[in-house]
């Protein structure tokens, strides 16, 4: 009877044991894949980051242009004002033109986030 109670005991003792090892597996792989995200998660802010600060910079060279051609136009019709208007027109019709197409900006958007992402997992796993 002892020997059976000794089986017993180191096969409860056995268990445990592999319980508190697959704890600290699972514990460690949430660890990992938390660590992941916060890198690919940071990649990515970078790289929106970056884009939004070129096209800050487009977005002020763009307003100096149509500014500057508005100038252009008004002292071609000897009029500042219908310069001004036309560029105002056309960057209405810029504006018309970006709504209109909002779905195909919006799935190109969404394309280039989704080619990033899986760029990223490539280097992963090389």
Do not use: C, H, P, Q
């Not at 992941?36 to 970056?50: H, P, Q, R, V």
């Not at 008004?74 to 209405?92: K, Q």
């Not at 197409?101 to 899986?118: D, E, H, V």
């Amino acid at each position: 009877m002892s020997n059976n109670s000794e089986s017993d005991k180191s096969l409860s003792t056995l268990i445990e044991e592999i319980k508190l090892e697959l704890l600290g597996y699972i514990n460690s792989k949430g660890r990992l894949i938390k660590l992941d995200l916060y890198e690919k998660s940071g990649i990515l802010a970078s790289a929106m980051g970056y884009g939004l600060i070129v096209l800050s910079i487009l977005a002020v060279f763009i307003f100096f242009l149509f500014i500057g051609l508005a100038f252009f136009i008004g002292e071609l019709l000897n009029s500042l004002a219908a310069g001004f208007g036309i560029m105002a027109l056309f960057s209405l019709l810029l504006l018309l033109i970006v709504f209109l197409s909002r779905k195909m900006i919006k799935n190109a958007i969404l394309n280039f986030t989704i080619t990033f992402i899986r760029k990223l997992e490539a280097n992963d796993e090389e």
